[in-house]
Structure formats: C-alpha cells, structure tokens
C-alpha cells in the first residue's frame, strides 16, 4: 500500500531534511547525484510502498518480474549507510544496513554492499551482496 507523505515531513531515510528536499525529490523524478542518494531514496521507497519507483530504478536485467509490498508485512524502521565508494566512473558500490520488522516479531536487519552504474545519466541499483 503506498503510504502518503507531506513534503514537510521527516524523510523515512533517516538524513535529517524533509521529505521533499531529500527523497521526494527523487520519488517525484529528480535524478539522484549519486548512487548513495539513490539508495536513501530506494529505501525511502520501500517504506513508503512505492513500487513503481523501484522498478524504475532498478537495471532492467536484474530487476525482478514483480514486487508485492504491501503483502510483504514489513515495517522499515531505519537505515544506515556504512560506506559509499565510486568504483568507476560510472559505477559505485554502497554498503548499508536496514532494520525492519514483520508484523509484532523481533527486528532484523539487512546489511548489504549494493553495486549500483549509471546508465544515459540516471543511477540504477544493479544488485548486492547480503552480508553478516
């Protein structure tokens, strides 16, 4: 279920500006400057419900066939980015754990080092590695 969300609230990435100055943007086509924006804006998507940008972001040949969030059950409670790097020049790698939560289970967390290219200008998520 797509979640609504005033441009002045917190944005769900947890950088500390609005929604509409930081992920928002992004949701609403702003290109992100960088693969480290777009994997705030990624995360915000998924704890907002925002399929569409998901896909839209993601390269076309890893992307998956379907998501179905709103049956996944997970609330997103959080995320830090550990590290980005640009391992190219158009090419980046950014490491992250999330921290979500299904229903009234315990939280877990999901720790990622996600490899991202920009392709005709736009950063795609291209995939990753899980981590301990």
């Known amino acids: 279920m797509k979640k609504a969300l005033s ?6 990435c947890g950088s500390g500006l ?5 992920c ?3 949701h609403a ?3 992100a400057p960088d693969a480290r924006a777009l994997m705030a804006s990624r995360y915000s998507a998924y704890a907002l419900g925002l399929e569409v940008y998901l896909r839209d972001t993601w390269a076309p040949e890893k992307r998956p066939q379907r998501l179905d969030l709103e049956s996944d059950g997970i609330k997103w409670l959080g995320l830090r980015i550990r ?3 640009e391992t190219g020049e ?4 950014v490491e992250y754990v999330a921290r979500g939560r299904v229903g009234g289970g315990a939280a877990f967390r ?5 490899r991202f290219e ?7 998520y291209v995939d990753g590695d899980l981590l301990p």
């Open 83 to 85: 590290s980005f790097k």
């Open 29 to 31: 086509g702003a290109p």
């Open 7 to 12: 441009p002045d609230s917190s944005c769900p």
């Open 90 to 93: 158009d090419r980046a790698e």
């Open 24 to 26: 928002g943007a992004l």
């Open 18 to 22: 609005s929604y509409g100055r930081c």
């Open 110 to 114: 999901l720790h990622e080092k996600a």
């Open 118 to 124: 920009r392709r005709q200008g736009r950063w795609l």
